[in-house]
């Protein structure tokens, strides 16, 4: 009966995506979603397994293969906290994919009990962007503060 059990469960999570597709499931997950009707996923983390302070930004399919991996010192990141000023709270960390281009992931929501979350990655090239792929509504799950606090140490 136990593993009917966990072969129901299984069938029903194939291709579902889930936190720690991308980074290692140790509680390092400081920002993840879905994005494009659960067919991608993003993931940012403290990588505390690479050696010295560095942070991972994960970019990957539903089935888990990864598309566009970064590590990246946290002192080289660029981050903008949430100045404090009016009701819409939002935090955004940049990652140097190379060639020009750049990967800000950001969060945001109003302030106030029950705002809605929300989150997505903005592509830029050459500082401009160039796409905006937005998390799936009640996907975003955030810390980026604490990883902000942790780059703005590093630096």
């Known amino acids: 009966m136990k593993k009917l059990y966990l072969s129901i469960a299984m069938m029903f999570s194939a291709g579902a995506l889930q936190a720690g597709q991308f980074c290692e499931l140790d509680g390092t997950e400081m920002f993840t979603c879905t994005l494009k009707g659960g067919t991608r996923g993003v993931e940012v983390c403290n990588a505390v397994w690479a050696n010295g302070t560095k942070a991972a930004y994960g970019f990957f399919k539903s089935n888990g293969t990864v598309e566009k991996e970064i590590l990246q010192d946290m002192a080289t990141i660029t981050a903008t906290p949430w100045n404090g000023m009016g009701s819409f709270m939002s935090d955004s960390v940049t990652f140097d994919g190379g060639g ?9 929501s ?5 705002a809605t979350e929300m989150g997505g990655i903005n592509v830029l090239k050459n ?29």
Do not use: F, H, M, T
């Open 127 to 155: 500082g401009a962007l160039i796409a905006d792929i937005p998390c799936d509504a009640g996907s975003v799950n955030s810390d980026l503060s604490s990883l902000i606090e942790l780059i703005e140490a590093a630096q």
């Open 110 to 114: 109003e302030r106030g009990a029950g």
């Open 100 to 108: 020009g281009y750049a990967y800000e992931v950001w969060w945001g």
